[in-house]
């Protein structure tokens, strides 16, 4: 059964029951408590609720203690429809949706909204009716139906179906370890942070360990007017030494012999913990010993998530040392490594790469079997193959990899070939990559258009590379995606009513358990068998395996 259900003014609801194809059931039905309505009606049927967005509906119902069990996200799912006819980066709110299928002028999303964000006067500005006087419940319900007579038109429905179902099963998910959070020790944070940076000064100026330093590169440079965060005066300092550099990237550092490189490497590193994960995050994001992150489902075209604010996919690993279980708890991390090469041996058919990766370390096997050995060349010819690299040796490790496993390279090539034609891929469940006309080839979240190359055929090896990554990539978010699913809903069958284990973090193929130290036996069994659903479910009848390193440790940084 699925129930569509829409907030009112004053904190009430209208919710209508509907078939699984989306039909009216009866008349709609009126609540005077949002939060009573869904308790009540979760509890006696567990539908598929059916609303605009997880993240504006769900934080409330969890904050008042009610959890569902599934939902269809209406915005995720015009995203990801949007995407498969090549429309990416239209609108895709409810009065949006409603446009496009009435005929209407189709409004532009409103800007995302913090949590902690309060409402400002431009949000006046917004039309006060973009639904045109028409009732919002008949829309969501119209809108909706349209999304699965949509969804019944793509090339392989059933798959689509298990796309949207588990994106939306994600936003439950994200919700969910936003408001229960990463456990976290301020004091400990505070302590790292004093040991690393030196004591906190005064606002506006930095600790003394990064003064130092920066006086130490200025004095090696021989310019006191010297910003070492400054990209720009950086470059500008070692051309007037004689040393031209093409960025101050790590790597491009690490490649020159000068006193300065050293120092500006710590630096830079120093200042990425001070600005991303210093005291000014730790008063933002921490509270009541949880660090709770605003997570984006589907916030990168791949299918991988990002955070809005909080920057919960990159915490630096020396700062990891404060997320501390609970007394009498532990943190059970689980990392689906080496999670690409599997999936394209699923995506490929390609058995023999499957079998490879059986016994445990696919990189070994791959040494072993095409290059007499050698891991490290082994998993260079790996990302080569997978990424487009074809500089160096990489070409030649590609094409050792071709003779022993060509259906797993001749997969990620034509999906190249298809990107540089100026063609969509799509990931095994169907989401689909941005047009060749939107300017993207890959990265961030907020894509900037490509810069214009007189070259165009360099523009089109650049989005062959793209695509031959992002089928490859977004595939593995599906399996992340069920992996999620599955493990949320396990989870509720552990340990004992009041101290259930609690999925507390994701980040791309990395999950963790919050959880009793005497269920983390069980807790781990849990997350083994989801992996084995998740691939079973995303890929079918398939030899690759999704095995996961799994530790229960107190401290998130002693599980790496």
């Known amino acids: 059964m699925r129930v569509a259900v829409v907030p009112i003014d004053a904190g009430g609801a209208l919710t209508q029951e509907l078939t699984e194809d989306g039909e009216p059931v009866g008349a709609a039905r009126a609540w005077d408590d949002l939060v009573a309505a869904v308790a009540e009606v979760e509890q006696e049927s567990a539908p598929r609720w059916v609303w605009a967005h997880t993240m504006d509906i769900y934080p409330r119902l969890l904050a008042a203690g009610v959890r569902v069990e599934r939902c269809h996200d209406v915005e995720l799912t015009e995203t990801l429809l ?14 949006a949706a409603w446009a496009r299928l009435t005929g209407g002028p189709v409004p532009a999303d409103k800007p995302p909204r913090s ?3 309060q409402p400002t006067l431009f949000d006046a500005e917004q039309p006060a009716d973009p639904l045109g006087g028409a009732d919002p419940l008949d829309v969501l319900v119209a809108v909706h139906a349209s999304q699965l007579r949509r969804i019944d038109e793509t090339a392989l429905p059933g798959r689509f179906r298990l796309l949207v179902a588990a994106e939306s099963a994600g936003a439950l998910a994200a919700a969910e370890m936003g408001h229960v959070g990463l456990p976290w020790r301020a004091d400990v944070h505070s302590a ?8 906190r000064q005064a606002y506006g100026v930095p600790p003394r360990k990064l003064g130092e330093l920066s006086e130490r590169i200025a004095a090696a440079l021989g310019d006191h007017r010297l910003h070492p965060d400054s990209p720009a005066e950086v470059l500008k300092a070692f051309a007037r030494v004689g040393i031209r550099l093409s960025s101050t990237r790590s ?23 001070y600005t991303a994960h210093g005291w000014a995050w730790l008063s933002a994001w921490v509270h009541d010993g949880r660090f709770r992150p605003e997570y984006v489902p589907g916030g990168v075209v791949s299918g991988r998530w990002a955070t809005r604010g909080g920057g919960a996919l990159q915490i630096h690993k020396r700062v990891r040392r404060a997320a501390i279980a609970d007394p009498g708890w532990v943190l059970v991390v689980a990392d689906a490594g080496q999670l690409e090469p599997r999936v394209l041996a699923a995506l ?21 079997e095409a290059f007499g050995g050698d891991r490290p060349r082994a998993k260079i010819g790996m990302l080569a193959a997978l990424y487009g690299q074809t500089s160096g040796e990489a070409g030649a490790l590609v094409a050792a990899l071709r003779r022993k496993f060509p259906r797993a390279v001749d997969y990620v090539e034509k999906a190249a070939q298809v990107g540089e034609s100026g063609g969509l891929v799509r990931s095994w469940l169907g989401r689909t990559c941005p047009p060749a006309t939107s300017g993207w080839t890959g990265g961030s979240l907020d894509p900037e258009p490509v810069e214009e190359v007189a070259d165009s055929g360099a523009r089109n090896r650049a989005r062959g590379r793209f695509t031959r990554n992002f089928v490859v990539q977004a595939s593995a978010a599906d399996w992340a995606l069920a992996l999620l699913a599955t493990l949320r809903t396990a989870l509720t069958g552990v340990g004992v009513e009041g101290a259930r284990p609690e999925l507390v973090f994701f980040q791309h193929d990395e999950v963790i358990v919050h959880c009793r130290a005497e269920d983390a036996a069980e807790v781990t069994t849990v997350l083994e068998q989801a992996a084995a659903t998740a691939g079973r479910v995303v890929f079918g009848d398939t030899p690759a395996r999704f095995p996961l390193d799994i530790a229960a440790v107190e401290c998130y940084a002693d599980a790496k």
């Not at 016994?359 to 040494?367: P, T």
């Open 82 to 95: 949007l995407g498969y006819i090549g429309r990416w980066g239209e609108p895709r709110s409810v009065p």
């Open 115 to 117: 949590r902690d964000t």
């Open 192 to 199: 790292l942070l004093t040991e690393i940076l030196g004591a």
């Open 251 to 273: 790597w491009v550092l690490k490649e020159v012999d000068h006193p300065a490189v050293p120092l500006l490497l710590e630096y830079k590193e120093l200042y990425r913990i």
């Open 348 to 368: 490929a058919g390609d058995d023999k790469l499957a079998r490879a990766g059986s016994s445990g370390d696919l990189y070994r096997a791959l040494a072993d």
